[in-house]
């Protein structure tokens, strides 16, 4: 077969001047459409998309563009309020990927296209016949059983219309369920007949509802009387001309490893939400990076083949390989539908590879189709199948990959992750565990900002002078948990120096905040539960939790929570998350790394934790504002820069104190206690914190977008750099102990509000990042020691021969 498109004849001359079967209507009907027959004992002939992607090779974007652009026509037709309540619902298998490009038009809406595979656990929401369709049952399956049920418009997107039938089954079954004001029918073609038209209105009479039309081009298709023996007739004619596909050589299959965001829908078959969509625009570089790295230097024309009703994933992956690769890109899709083949230019079927069924379809096995490839001159053809087709008959010898290896030189396999709805872990309740503490009775927080799962010891005195509070830890091996320092009132000169580092910071703050919550979004879940680690961590999951509100509409769950060094997280906090979350939702949260000792920390625990109770999920990688010692994959910066919330303590984060764990005061059935310090509302900047950096979100939302693309495209195995600096900076020190040196901005800071420091060392040319530290450091009678080539752009060192308040790993005082 030419690779030209017949050669400029149209593709349904063959059909019309055989059978007398004519389109009538718009002039760009031909160019939309072309004609073939198939073994159908409903209807002979079949309308042959050019622009749909499923049995002609199509430019990606062109197949998506006019997706996309009808997409917009309806948004302009419901307008933006409207628009935002409605579901877009596509139909199996041919518009599938035709449906959710019209949901992308759309923007605003979630989408859900009709299935013929039956997925065990997953309710079924409603389903329809499709009279003239080789395969009839249509399931929908929703995820989200809520999702049909709104009262906003409905949009309905399939590839034709021609009798308008399988649109009524849907409203009429829909309707009943789940009445709606409003329906709009999305079609590449309307070739409905004038009665058909009319019928459609009247239905829409009797309903009460409006249902409007918006189709790229529309006419009618002229039947002469006897079509479809006569159809049938030529079908066993040519069928038996047929020539059986070569056997495949060995060796030519690749297997291409695209890193399919975890949790991410393949599809619509569930749902498919636009924070879905947000997940795999960003993913997208990346993955089509990795097919164009795999396509072999010689290839000019490549066709990525989808497979049946995963459309959408193998068209969104092709457009961005047609964007950044140097080749002629295609793409179609295989089917289970049957269709006589005929190579001739004015035909609109070629040629047809046939190949068995690989995905263990509910109605047995069968013969599925690939139209227009054998034949076609592609170099390469990448082969998109989800893993729940990626089964032996998909290799086997008279399998899809080995007929694609007979006519191209070079196949290779992407598996995308079948995504199946699991019904969520909720566990027995504890009885025992209350439910989170909220502001303004627990912390200058509003109350939806976060919830803390700890208990309140407002009551108890725990604070002690600093060398008192150590003496005590060294002296007696009590742990650092079990009592607080005594809280910082800064100077004057001191808050004036916050709130300047804040305006000239909230912007650098702002971007590391979207930059890791998109990460987060992107990576981990499309709808997080955001679980900050008490207390530097909290305000950057307010942060987190805001940013996500601004730029997706969620409302995410965030919760603070205690981690002890040397005695690991609380527990009963995991408890009552699992009892109320998906633990594979849930990520922690947290302000910065310094050497990554929490880091190591909450791996350790949430294994200990996973062994004891055996509630699993929790996924230990904790996602920073900053990683400036390179010991996670997600953060917004590896910056080393001045996070103004560590400058403070109680006063920048809610009022609240650090965490307290005493066995008098913290029982097995209860969680890690702390303070809420209301006697100095006066002086709290919590809330300004806040509000400053998210009035900066609108100014950095574009850089945002891009710096994620490069992120998730870029290698973030953690190098951990930072400990190895922390252990050569103790060794050159004579300290000899990882644990007395406090790499980073906000450990420096710490070191000086709550530590007896020894001295300070500072990267030489540090600018204003290093204000505050100085000026504690001269209050404190601290040397400051500019150091060259230092990875940080400050270290605190805490020494023991200099001060009893220092602890080890375990929160005990070391000795020398």
Known sequence: MNKAVNNGAWSGSWVAERLGVGLLGDDTLTGLLGLALRRNPKRAHLLVSNVLGKHVPQSPGVVYGHGFALGRRVRELLGDEEAGRAVVLGYAETATGLGHSVADGLGLAPYLHSTRRPVAGVARAGGFEESHSHAT???LLPEDPA???????????DDEFSTGNTVLNTIRDLHERYPRKRYVVVALVDMRSPADAGRLESFAREIGARVDLVAAASGTVRLPEGVLEKGQELVARYESREAPA?????GRITRVELHWPRGLPDGGRHGFTPAHRARLERALPAM?????EAIPGGARRVLVLGFEELMYA?????????QVANVEVRYSTTTRSPVLAVDDPGYAIRTRLVFPAHDDPADGPGERYAYNVAGAGFDAVVAVVDSAADTPRLHAPDGLLARLAAHTPHVLLAVVPSYVPEPLYVPERPAMLPEPLRGPAFSSYAPDEVGWLLQDLSDVTLEAPTEEREEAIQSGGAHYAESLPVEYQPSEQYQRLFHAALEDSAERIAHAV??????VIAERSPRPVLVSLARAG??????MRRWAKYRHGLDLPHYAVSIVRGRGIDANALRWLAAHHDPRDVVFVDGWTGKGAITRELADAIEEFEAGDGITGFDPEIAVLADPGSCVRTYGTREDFLIPSACLNSTVSGLISRTVLRADLVGPNDFHGAKFYRELAGVDVSVAFLDAVAARFPEVTDAVDTAVKELLAADRTPTWEGWAAVERISKEYGIHDVNLVKPGVGETTRV?????PWKILARAGAGPDLDHVRLLAEQRGVPVEEVDELPYTCVGLIHPRYTRGATGADGKAVTV
């Open 752 to 756: 000086l509000l709550r530590r007896v």
């Open 147 to 157: 999702l049909l049920a709104g009262d906003g418009p409905l949009v309905l997107v």
């Open 246 to 250: 070569p056997g495949a050589e060995d």
């Open 314 to 322: 193998p068209l969104r992956l092709a457009r961005e390989l047609e």
């Open 137 to 139: 049952s249509h399931l």
């Open 288 to 292: 089509a990076a990795r097919l164009a």
């Open 514 to 519: 979207g930059v890791v919550t998109e990460t």
């Open 538 to 543: 909290t305000p950057v999951g307010v942060l």
